[in-house]
């Protein structure tokens, strides 16, 4: 079992930025995909950024340009840098951890854009 523990969400204005944390412990192998995801009220859960053991990384083409992730695998950490928010930011952000077949999630963080 992996259990992820988010942190880092809250409230800032339009054009502001947020760093998230995710630390990961349990049985943790190589190989694995951190990243989070956003679920906003009556949407989809929808990829913001994803980052492999080796450091390749994905974006969801809404975040491309404001957003950077990052990992510490020593730290089982994963970050992500969310710079030039705007209100359809607004979102509950989740932490996943992938490997092989298993998907593991957290238990979500708010992060609040005011315009």
């Known amino acids: 079992q992996v259990q992820l523990v988010e942190s880092g969400g809250g409230l800032v204005q339009a054009g502001g930025f947020l760093r998230l944390s995710c630390a990961a412990s349990g049985s943790i192998f190589r190989g694995n995909v951190m990243g989070w995801y956003r679920q906003a009220p009556g949407e989809p859960r929808e990829l913001v950024a994803d980052i492999t053991d080796a450091g390749s990384t994905d974006y969801g083409d809404s975040v491309k340009g404001r957003v950077t992730i990052s990992r510490d695998n020593a730290k089982n950490t994963v970050y992500l840098q969310m710079n030039s928010l705007k209100p359809e930011d607004t979102a509950v952000y989740y932490c996943?951890?992938?490997?092989?077949?298993?998907?593991?999630w957290g238990q979500g963080t708010q992060v609040t854009v005011s315009s």
């Open positions: 996943n951890m992938k490997w092989s077949w298993r998907s593991y």
